[in-house]
């Protein structure tokens, strides 16, 4: 095992225990800075220090079963320290304080920290700028405003003065569509960093943001942390819950860190997805905590408009030892990816009964540009998962989801808005307590999957598994127990691939070109 430090900032680090396993250690350990014991802990292999010295050098130690790991790091400089409380603040959580907590952001000198103390604080949209730290201290609560009418309108897209070149602000559902401002919004700006203890409460519960969530009142709903065009931010250690719809959105962010942080959106909270990078570059998610009603990661890149226009792919995607619990689906691709998803690597994260687990979704009509490939997915437990592994090339989103173009199971004509999927790969993955299907792979037939590698995977059906519907997809009978079914494969390799109680045949292939198994 070692101990190595994932960032460092001004007032806050975040540190992991490297040792192979899905996001928890095998044994309690205790942490230590200087020599002063600070915490202990089981809970996670990402853990946290917080209420730093800035411009300090430090010392941490874990202690775990007679093993002593010890790490050196040196906290960011801060050139001011901007206490918000200064600027008027009420913390009744009931009192309006946007303009004040804005006043304290956007004054900020370069390099400091705003320092929000505990207490409950009403606030609608705020904007952060560069070079600056936002601090939320425990007990700290940023507190939604529920009247929508207090929340700027971003347009989806902005006209240039030549009439030729657009610039699209926000989005919606991988559409540039004028939307509400998000609680926090990270747009334009770059070396921001967002830590603490505190909270980030949209209170979306207490509003009307969940009722008839797919019609468009004024503009589209917020998000909870809104950040685009944006380069090298940080997010970590706070808690963000009860969003509006998705919860933390990145479009065209560049060198994106989320780390060690908590989301909590209720099982029935519609659309709040936990955490939706669009078309984003060098992104790390370590350690996040994700409990929602919706997808947990969803990786994206717009729908046809922009996907197949600016060809910005999401690529370069590292998650780890994260904890992604109940929801539609554990590490989703899709299904806004018209500019593709390349190159992510999943590792070390524990699913506790998603609905699905690993799930692509894709379908007709998101262009060519729709390339997804060199994902890989390894290390990773799955608990009380009803379909493991899902990939659906026929997902029946949008309103002409269900038309005879999106659905139709002859082979259509291969042309630009013919997505790919290229070569997917599972390694060391272990599924219990499945209840759907352990694989369920569903490619077009003029576009199969190309190839879906699979090595050291174990799945085994809960004895009182119930029917369901594995893939989103229309004319898909439900199923119970289906071990692997596969249509529409270019390839299929399974090495020490091992399914216990299932019912039927083990394999149920249709189209499906080399297969290799041992």
């Known amino acids: 095992m070692k101990l190595s430090l994932i960032r460092s900032m001004t007032?806050?680090?975040?540190?992991?225990?490297?040792?192979?396993?899905?996001?928890?250690?095998?044994?309690?350990?205790?942490?230590?800075?200087?020599?002063?014991?600070?915490?202990?802990?089981?809970?996670?292999?990402?853990?946290?220090?917080?209420?730093?010295?800035?411009?300090?050098?430090?010392?941490?130690?874990?202690?775990?079963?007679?093993?002593?790991?010890?790490?050196?790091?040196?906290?960011?400089?801060?050139?001011?320290?901007?206490?918000?409380?200064?600027?008027?603040?009420?913390?009744?959580?009931?009192?309006?304080?946007?303009?004040?907590?804005?006043a304290a952001l956007s004054t900020c000198p370069k390099g400091g920290t705003v320092y929000v103390p505990a207490g409950r604080y009403r606030t609608a949209s705020l904007f952060l700028k560069s070079c600056?730290?936002?601090?939320?201290?425990?007990?700290?609560?940023?507190?939604?405003d529920n009247d929508r009418t207090h929340y700027p309108i971003l347009p989806g897209v902005l006209p240039s003065e030549n009439e030729v070149d657009e610039y699209y602000l926000t989005g919606w559902e991988g559409n540039p569509l004028s939307s509400f401002a998000g609680l926090?919004?990270?747009?334009?700006?770059?070396?921001?960093?967002?830590?603490?203890?505190?909270?980030?409460?949209?209170?979306?519960?207490?509003?009307?943001?969940?009722?008839?969530?797919?019609?468009?009142?004024?503009?589209?709903?917020?998000?909870?942390?809104?950040?685009?065009?944006?380069?090298?931010?940080?997010?970590?250690?706070?808690?963000?819950?009860?969003?509006?719809?998705?919860?933390?959105?990145?479009?065209?962010?560049?060198?994106?860190?989320?780390?060690?942080?908590?989301?909590?959106?209720?099982?029935?909270?519609?659309?709040?997805?936990?955490?939706?990078p669009e078309?984003?570059?060098?992104?790390?998610?370590?350690?996040?905590?994700?409990?929602?009603?919706?997808?947990?990661?969803?990786?994206?890149?717009?729908?046809?408009f922009l996907g197949m226009k600016l060809k910005k792919s999401c690529e370069h995607t590292v998650i780890r030892n994260c904890l992604l619990d109940k929801g539609h689906g554990g590490i989703v691709i899709g299904s806004e990816m018209s500019g593709g998803v390349k190159d992510m690597v999943v590792t070390q994260c524990l699913m506790d009964h998603t609905d699905r687990g690993l799930r692509v979704k894709t379908r007709r009509g998101r262009g060519n540009t729709a390339v997804i490939d060199g994902l890989v997915f390894r290390n990773v437990e799955m608990r009380g998962v009803k379909a493991p592994f899902v990939i659906n090339m026929f997902y029946?989103?949008?309103?002409?989801?269900?038309?005879?173009?999106?659905?139709?199971?002859?082979?259509?004509p291969v042309?630009?808005?013919?997505?790919?999927?290229?070569?997917?790969?599972?390694?060391?993955?272990?599924?219990?307590?499945a209840q759907f299907a352990?694989?369920?792979?569903?490619?077009?037939?003029?576009?199969?999957?190309?190839?879906?590698?699979?090595?050291?995977?174990s799945i085994t059906f809960d004895p009182n598994a119930e029917a369901g519907q594995a893939a989103m997809a229309d004319n898909r009978p439900h199923v119970k127990k289906l071990a692997i079914y596969a249509e529409n494969v270019k390839e299929i390799d399974l090495h020490n691939v091992k399914i216990e109680g299932y019912e039927g045949e083990r394999l149920h292939f249709a189209n499906v070109g080399h297969f290799e198994e041992d």
């Open 11 to 102: 007032r806050s680090a975040v540190f992991e225990l490297e040792n192979g396993l899905c996001f928890r250690p095998a044994h309690p350990f205790r942490v230590l800075l200087n020599g002063e014991p600070v915490r202990e802990a089981q809970d996670t292999n990402v853990f946290s220090l917080f209420s730093l010295t800035p411009a300090t050098d430090y010392t941490v130690t874990v202690e775990s079963e007679g093993e002593t790991l010890t790490a050196n790091f040196r906290t960011q400089d801060e050139s001011f320290f901007v206490d918000a409380s200064r600027y008027g603040l009420v913390a009744d959580g009931e009192t309006d304080n946007t303009g004040k907590l804005q």
């Open 132 to 144: 600056t730290t936002l601090y939320l201290e425990k007990g700290a609560v940023l507190l939604g």
């Open 184 to 276: 926090l919004n990270i747009t334009q700006v770059h070396d921001v960093v967002v830590t603490g203890e505190g909270t980030l409460d949209c209170d979306a519960q207490n509003g009307d943001w969940w009722i008839n969530p797919k019609v468009k009142r004024i503009a589209w709903r917020p998000r909870a942390v809104a950040m685009v065009d944006s380069d090298n931010i940080c997010l970590h250690g706070i808690t963000v819950q009860n969003s509006y719809s998705w919860t933390i959105h990145p479009i065209f962010v560049k060198h994106l860190d989320l780390l060690n942080f908590n989301i909590n959106n209720p099982y029935n909270a519609p659309n709040t997805d936990g955490i939706d």
């Open 279 to 304: 078309s984003c570059e060098d992104t790390r998610i370590i350690g996040v905590n994700i409990h929602v009603g919706d997808d947990c990661i969803a990786m994206k890149a717009s729908k046809v």
């Open 396 to 412: 029946f989103c949008d309103p002409d989801g269900h038309g005879p173009y999106v659905q139709c199971r002859d082979a259509m």
């Open 415 to 433: 042309d630009e808005y013919t997505p790919r999927l290229g070569t997917l790969t599972m390694e060391n993955i272990v599924a219990t307590d």
């Open 438 to 457: 352990g694989c369920y792979f569903d490619g077009l037939p003029e576009q199969p999957i190309e190839r879906v590698s699979m090595k050291n995977v």
